[in-house]
Structure formats: C-alpha cells, structure tokens
T-cell receptor, first 113, second 113 residues
C-alpha cells in the first residue's frame, strides 16, 4: 500500500511551458485534492474532486486544470507556467468528502523561471 | 470568512522543555480541527484531530491538543520536546460537507540541545 504518490519530485519550467503533475492513490479514496504551499501562507487549496468525473475549484484555481477519470488518479495541469506558480505542490486524499482526515503525498517542488 | 491563525511563526524551545503551539480559528459552526506536522522535504503527517466529544485529544508522538470553543482555539501541547520534534506545524480547520481544509500559516519549531 503506497498511499499517495506524486511525480515528479522536482521540476524546473520556463515561463509559458506546460506540464502535468501526477498524483495517484491506492487506498480507493473518493476525495482528492491539490494544494500549493508558499512561505508564510500555509497550504492553499487549488482544486478538489469528490469522485471520478467530478471536480471543483478551491481558493486559488487560476492557471491550473484538473480532471478525474479514475478513482486512483488526479493530475494537475499547468497550461502556461508563470513564475507566480513557483511553489511546492501537495496532493491529498481522504476516504470520502465527509471524512476530513486527509493523507498527503510527498510533494512536488516546481520552479518556473 | 473561515480562517485559521497561528500567531507564532517561529518558536525555539530547549530539548526536554514543554511546548505549546497556538491556533485560533474563525468558523460559523462546530469545526473539524487538525494538527499536521511537516518535516523538512516531507509531506504532511496528521498528528491529531478533533471532530466532537472530549475536548482534550491525544495524538501521535506524545502530542495533545485542547479545543476551547469559548476562545476559538485549538492549541497543541507536548510536555517534553525531543530534538526530532523540530519541524513545521500546521493547524487546519475543515468545513463540513465539502472536504476542504483551511490551513494556518504554520509554526516552525526549533529545538535547542
């Protein structure tokens, strides 16, 4: 049981490039989410999903897209990277939307130059 | 608006001393409250949680927290700190029915030998 996995661990992009951050969980959790962590700001919710085929925006969704075609996977797409998206990104999951204990992946450190 | 405030950005304690990390929240109903710990370069690990019932909750690694509704607080305590407790600590509140977590800014704990 690997829990929540994220790839890559580190990534450097140039402004305007696109990429996808991968997130997968093997716990059959319904709820998955993406956060970004910036110094002094804690973690802020980007997007979340309450089940396959259902996604919704968090507090900082601009510049990011998500999809949830399977229960296991919840990729985060940056369509045109900007320096303001330099951050550490965490994926999290929980058994259902009514269970608020979330399990976090190890994070992806993204730098946009 | 729902929010979480951790008033102390950095705290330094001596090994063996007691610890209290403060957390205040703003929320319209009974919140779900959490403390997470993040070691350098790692993801977030759940220390403890409060959903209802006994207002003093025990967590892993010898931590406990007390929910005080009248003060809108959920402070984290440990009677004797170990060098391995040096990390960043996040308080979070979960609004009901959405699965979203709102995080405080974090408190970095340094432990002096």
């Amino acid at each position: 049981n690997a829990g929540v996995t994220q790839t890559p661990k580190f990534q450097v992009l140039k402004t305007g490039q696109s990429m996808t951050l991968q997130c997968a969980q093997d716990m059959n959790h319904e709820y998955m989410s993406w956060y970004r962590q910036d110094p002094g700001m804690g973690l802020r919710l980007i997007h979340y999903s309450v089940g396959a085929g259902i996604t919704d925006q968090g507090e900082v969704p601009n510049g990011y897209n998500v999809s949830r075609s399977t229960t296991e996977d919840f990729p985060l797409r940056l369509l045109s990277a900007a320096p303001s998206q330099t951050s550490v990104y965490f994926c999290a999951s929980s058994p259902s939307v009514g269970v608020h204990e979330q399990y976090f992946g190890p994070g992806t450190r993204l730098t946009v130059t | 608006a729902q929010s979480v405030t951790q008033p102390d950005i950095h705290i330094t304690v001596s090994e063996g001393a007691s610890l209290e990390l403060r957390c205040n929240y703003s929320y319209g109903a009974t919140p779900y409250l959490f403390w997470y710990v993040q070691s350098p370069g790692q993801g977030l690990q759940l220390l403890l949680k409060y959903f209802s019932g006994d207002t003093l909750v025990q967590g892993i690694k010898g931590f406990e927290a007390e929910f005080k509704r009248s003060q809108s607080s959920f402070n984290l305590r440990k009677p004797s700190v170990h060098w391995s407790d040096a990390a960043e600590y996040f308080c979070a509140v979960g609004p009901s029915n959405t699965g979203k977590l709102i995080f405080g800014q974090g408190t970095t704990l340094q432990v002096k030998p």
